[in-house]
């Protein structure tokens, strides 16, 4: 099993919507989670990261963490063509740093 | 220069020639690292640095080789490399090994005819 496991896609939603990406994780002890956001050709850029469970929340995206179901998720709001992209979910367990795969999202105007 | 940069942006070398991969972090962090990206492919965990020293090694051929000479450059020395090797290549760093959030550089398109 991975360490972090995201379902890669594609997901689409409308011009609006509220875009929902989820991710899971294997080891419980695991602390840190993070979202990147990679744009086609470009490297990834950190989004928010979370290290306590319940939500946080900055602008439109709203990360969340739920430690006993062991999964990370990020709530886009008001989804605009431009969070057209590749978001990764990664995580830190022990000193090593994991990456998801990545799920492609795509904004429909 | 501020974040993590990396030269040169773009490069197409022959599978003869030995070229190197420039990366430098304005951070103040410790740990740095190299991945690779295929395309349509996730990231790939090449090397781990931590002051200086390197502590992971994700079974990279040979030809690819790491040097780290302080805790802010960190070079990838290339040599009679394959086409199978084209992709992006990111350096990122963080604040200390499997501590805090990873920051990325802008990356080398790299292209072996």
């Known amino acids: 099993q991975k360490e972090v496991e995201q379902n890669s896609g594609p997901l689409s939603v409308p011009e609006g919507a509220i875009a929902s990406l989820n991710c899971t994780y294997s080891?419980?002890?695991?602390?840190?989670f993070f979202w990147y956001r990679q744009y086609s050709g470009k490297s990834p850029e950190l989004i928010m990261f979370?290290?306590?469970?319940g939500d946080k929340e900055d602008g439109r995206f709203t990360a969340q963490l739920n430690k006993a179901s062991q999964y990370v998720s990020l709530l886009i709001r008001d989804s605009q063509p431009s969070d057209s992209a590749t978001y990764l979910c990664?995580?830190?367990?022990?000193?090593?740093?994991?990456f998801g795969t990545g799920t492609s999202l795509t904004v429909i105007p | 220069e501020t974040g993590v940069t990396q030269t040169p942006r773009h490069l197409v070398m022959g599978m003869t020639n030995k070229k190197s991969l420039k990366c430098e972090q304005h951070?103040?962090?410790?740990?740095m690292y190299w991945y690779k990206q295929s395309a349509k492919k996730p990231l790939e965990l090449m090397f781990v640095?931590?002051?200086?020293?390197?502590?992971e090694n994700n079974s990279v051929p040979s030809r690819f080789s790491p040097e780290c000479p302080n805790s802010s450059h960190l070079f990838l020395h290339l040599h009679t490399l394959q086409p199978e090797d084209s992709a992006l290549y990111l350096c990122?760093?963080?604040?200390?090994?499997?501590?805090?959030?990873?920051?990325f550089g802008p990356g080398t398109r790299l292209t072996v005819t």
């Open positions: 990664a995580g830190i367990t022990g000193n090593q740093f994991y």
């Open positions: 080891d419980r002890g695991s602390q840190s």
């Open positions: 990122a760093s963080s604040q200390e090994r499997g501590f805090g959030e990873q920051y």
């Open positions: 640095y931590s002051l200086e020293e390197r502590v």
């Open positions: 979370i290290y306590s469970n």
């Open positions: 951070l103040g962090h410790n740990a």
